[in-house]
């Protein structure tokens, strides 16, 4: 799409006009740079006027990667790029547990007395159906919980995940 202007302003030379232009532009992460430098450079050609001061900047590209859930455990609220996700009490609780223990499989004993105060060698259901809402409650940030078959779950994906305490 070609640049369209308006007409010019005409400010006599005691007068100062400042102007803020924000453009978003939503790319993947690999050609944010190209965009935003082609962006800058259009601004700066629009605006290449005498005695007309140019400032630009341009946000750094946050990595989805990077924080994309945070679990703030003194107010029991977890987000998930920047949006709540609303748990119940043992979601929540299940959830921090294991982002406490990156990379460490977690035995479905262990959790259920840990979390749930059942006794060893009691069967139950319960452990996945907590696990099962806990993925479909964050959405794609539901990989970081692997089921390790016949052992328990495990968190993976460390460097995705802030605990703020």
């Known amino acids: 799409m070609p640049y369209q202007f308006s007409a010019p302003l005409s400010l006599s030379t005691s007068q100062a006009a400042e102007v803020t232009v924000v453009v978003r532009v939503s790319t993947n992460n690999d050609q944010a740079p190209t965009v935003a430098a082609r962006v800058v450079d259009a601004v700066r050609t629009a605006v290449d006027l005498p005695g007309t001061t140019l400032t630009v900047s341009v946000p750094q590209a946050r990595t989805p990667e990077s924080g994309e859930l945070r679990i ?94």
């Open 72 to 165: 703030l455990p003194l107010a029991r609220r977890v987000f998930h790029r920047d949006g709540a996700v609303d748990l119940t009490r043992m979601e929540f609780d299940l959830l921090l547990h294991l982002a406490r223990r990156p990379g460490q499989v977690l035995l479905r004993t262990a959790l259920l007395s840990e979390l749930w105060g059942l006794p060893d060698g009691v069967e139950t259901r319960t452990l996945d159906v907590h696990v099962r809402r806990l993925r479909r409650k964050l959405g794609p940030a539901a990989e970081l919980i692997t089921t390790v078959r016949g052992v328990g779950y495990r968190m993976d994906g460390a460097e995705r995940v802030t605990i703020e305490d």
